[in-house]
């Protein structure tokens, strides 16, 4: 009984996993030069923002590291068929999802800070089509 819903755990976390990683390689950011042409930015806010994004990039990288990493981890979990191995993973995993996601939101945040309202507006209509395209 235990061992049952584990396992279907442990393929419901594969399975969203799997899904993350399939809609993560979907989106292909647009290059600065093509963004600011659309966001109509100033020669200032492109150097800001091209700073911010080379400061966020490391990070970004590192906790990416992480998440694949943890990946790995579920993975040789589940190979091993050990129930609370496996739950670790999920659980390391997840934290590690949340950190990304959480340092994501503030990116954005970050980088909404330096637009004007007309250009907040362009950017997040950008990103809501982005989003459904991912879809």
Do not use: C, H
């Not at 993350?20 to 100033?42: E, F, G």
């Not at 739950?87 to 909404?112: F, H």
């Amino acid at each position: 009984m235990i061992l049952r819903q584990t396992t279907r755990f442990a393929l419901a976390a594969m399975l969203a996993i799997t899904s993350i990683a399939l809609t993560a390689n979907a989106q292909q950011p647009k290059p600065v030069s093509d963004s600011a042409q659309t966001l109509n930015l100033s020669n200032t806010q492109v150097l800001r923002i091209q700073g911010l994004l080379q400061s966020q990039a490391t990070e970004l990288r590192s906790l990416n590291q992480e998440v694949q990493a943890r990946r790995e981890a579920l993975e040789n979990a589940l190979v091993a068929n050990n129930p609370v191995i496996v739950s670790m993973a999920v659980l390391a995993l997840d934290a590690s999802e949340k950190a990304l996601e959480n340092t994501r939101q503030a990116n954005q945040k970050n980088l909404l800070s330096l637009l004007n309202e007309d250009q907040k507006q362009l950017f997040k209509s950008y990103l809501t089509k982005s989003a459904r395209s991912s879809d």
